[in-house]
């Protein structure tokens, strides 16, 4: 898997994404993460915590907070984003 890091800056829930035939609302920001590396004809596998851990809940969020160090360690590449380009 890959894993990414990123910041939310603050930004609404207002994008919609469908993983695995499950629709849920994420950022902008994680949408444009997802745009980019997604492949157009084979699944990626990447880990993202605002997919990965259930936001709602409190005790998901604190146990994978923890865990971070062991995912990003265990992953096949880890990416820094930083944000679109303006061209």
Known sequence: YIAVSY?????????????????FMITKNCS??????????SPVSIWIDQICINQK????KSRNVRQMPRIFNGARAVIIWTGQCDD
């Open 57 to 60: 809940d409190d005790e998901d």
């Open 7 to 23: 910041t939310w800056d603050a930004q609404p829930f207002d994008c919609e994404a469908v993983c695995d035939g499950q629709r």
């Open 32 to 41: 444009d993460i997802l745009s980019q590396l997604r492949h157009p004809t």
